[in-house]
């Protein structure tokens, strides 16, 4: 027993001896900006699938001065982005700035307010097929959300029109 102890001290004060000295260096600045920090919080709406938050993000970051289309003599691009069931058209100034925006996506599960507005305005009512809808304007600053909705009971059918707090409009 006291040769283990007498072990496992020395053990423990060569490990203590053998600690590592580092050299500091300087490393280099790095400027990180979000160009289109503007579009990303006016149009976040953690209520949206993630597929619409991923292409939201491709649009924020998409470097128009990379793009195979760029020409300095330009003031302004546009930039289609595409999902299964949606897509989005940006306009870009010649800085990579987003200007505005037109977005449309099809079929996806819609927010718990409208889905609420339309249970208690439409109570027998099924929900058939439903538009997603953004506008974005950079002088703005701002994005309007809408949700067409197309409604079905037996044989009538019903197109209704609400904002993402659940008003009809």
């Given at each position: 027993m006291k040769k283990f102890i007498l072990s496992f001290a020395a053990l423990i004060l060569t490990t203590f001896?053998?600690?590592?000295?580092?050299?500091l260096q300087q490393l280099d600045?790095?400027?990180?900006?979000?160009?289109?920090?503007?579009?990303?919080?006016?149009?976040?709406?953690?209520?949206v699938p993630m597929q619409i938050k991923e292409v939201e993000r491709q649009v924020a970051t998409y470097d128009?001065?990379?793009?195979e289309m760029y020409q300095d003599e330009y003031d302004q691009y546009t930039v289609a982005f595409f999902i299964p069931d949606g897509r989005i058209v940006a306009a870009y100034d010649k800085n990579g700035t987003v200007l505005r925006t037109i977005e449309k996506f099809t079929n996806y599960?819609?927010?718990?307010?409208v889905r609420s507005a339309l249970k208690e305005r439409?109570?027998?009512?099924e929900i058939v097929k439903d538009v997603y809808?953004?506008?974005?304007?950079?002088?703005?600053?701002?994005?309007?959300?809408?949700?067409?909705?197309?409604?079905?009971?037996?044989?009538k059918t019903l197109r209704v029109k609400l904002d993402e707090k659940g008003n009809f409009i």
């Amino acid at each position: 027993m006291k040769k283990f102890i007498l072990s496992f001290a020395a053990l423990i004060l060569t490990t203590f001896m053998f600690g590592q000295i580092t050299e500091l260096q300087q490393l280099d600045e790095v400027l990180v900006s979000a160009v289109n920090y503007k579009y990303l919080s006016a149009v976040v709406n953690q209520e949206v699938p993630m597929q619409i938050k991923e292409v939201e993000r491709q649009v924020a970051t998409y470097d128009i001065k990379e793009s195979e289309m760029y020409q300095d003599e330009y003031d302004q691009y546009t930039v289609a982005f595409f999902i299964p069931d949606g897509r989005i058209v940006a306009a870009y100034d010649k800085n990579g700035t987003v200007l505005r925006t037109i977005e449309k996506f099809t079929n996806y599960q819609l927010p718990e307010a409208v889905r609420s507005a339309l249970k208690e305005r439409f109570p027998n009512w099924e929900i058939v097929k439903d538009v997603y809808r953004v506008s974005y304007h950079h002088k703005k600053g701002e994005a309007t959300r809408s949700y067409k909705v197309k409604l079905k009971n037996k044989d009538k059918t019903l197109r209704v029109k609400l904002d993402e707090k659940g008003n009809f409009i």
